[in-house]
T-cell receptor, first 111, second 114 residues
Framework: SQKIEQNSEALNIQEGKTATLTCNYTNYSPAYLQWYRQDPGRGPVFLLLIRENEKEKRKERLKVTFDTTLKQSLFHITASQPADSATYLCALDMRDDKIIFGKGTRLHILP | EAQVTQNPRYLITVTGKKLTVTCSQN?????MSWYRQDPGLGLRQIYYSMNVEATDKGDVPEGYKVSRKEKRNFPLILESPSPNQTSLYFCASSSLGGGAETQYFGPGTRLLVL
């Protein structure tokens, strides 16, 4: 069955640097891959969606890449700020209307 | 304001006492979904619905029921709750299913089953 791995449970990055988070999946490539931000005790908030035929998507300081050969998506936050500290989740479709989420990466931006 | 609402936000109950968590969205979305979130396990999909009267199992449906009689509402029913259903529950909706569009999440319902 499809599995998702996000690179690490926690990641510490110095303010101003680029944070890079990884989402790897097994088996077949999804048609869509999404990234969400979640703050403690709150629901996830959608950030970006990338389709299987897209290599890269950008939104302000955020960038997502999708490599179906490596079965991997990378999520970048450039010029990171302490306010970017949160848990980031990747999610992918199962090609049958189901959605599965990774366990998330806790990102800490250090001032 | 576009939103997904859930009630109650917090609930303490005892084993075996039936309960319902309501979920409502005001965006006329076709797709609605329930998730539970547990430490170390992440978000797991319980049930989803593509439209009225169309529901299907997610990854962890055991012990749960849902119904979709109206487009805007998607209640989660625990007929006989057990302590292993203690969790944080999220409802979500989107205009299309399967991750094709943004999912909007509710604020969450924290459930404790004693």
């Amino acid at each position: 069955s499809q599995k998702i791995e996000q690179n690490s449970e926690a990641l510490n990055i110095q303010e101003g640097k680029t944070a890079t988070l990884t989402c790897n999946y097994t088996n077949y490539s999804p048609a869509y891959l999404q990234w969400y931000r979640q703050d403690p005790g709150r629901g996830p908030v959608f950030l970006l969606l990338i389709r299987e035929n897209e290599k890269e998507k950008r939104k302000e300081r955020l960038k997502v890449t999708f490599d179906t050969t490596l079965k991997q998506s990378l999520f970048h936050i450039t010029a990171s700020q302490p306010a970017d500290s949160a848990t980031y989740l990747c999610a992918l479709d199962m090609r049958d209307d189901k959605i599965i989420f990774g366990k998330g990466t806790r990102l800490h931006i250090l001032p | 304001e576009a939103q997904v609402t859930q009630n109650p936000r917090y609930l303490i109950t005892v084993t075996g006492k039936k309960l319902t968590v309501t979920c409502s969205q005001n965006m006329n979305h076709e797709y609605m979904s329930w998730y539970r979130q547990d430490p170390g396990l992440g978000l797991r999909q319980i049930y989803y619905s593509m439209n009225v009267e169309a529901t299907d199992k997610g990854d962890v449906p055991e012990g749960y029921k849902v119904s979709r009689k109206e487009k805007r509402n998607f209640p989660l029913i625990l007929e006989s709750p057990s302590p292993n259903q203690t969790s944080l529950y999220f409802c979500a909706s989107s205009s299309l299913g399967g991750g094709a569009e943004t999912q909007y999440f509710g604020p969450g319902t924290r459930l404790l089953v004693l």
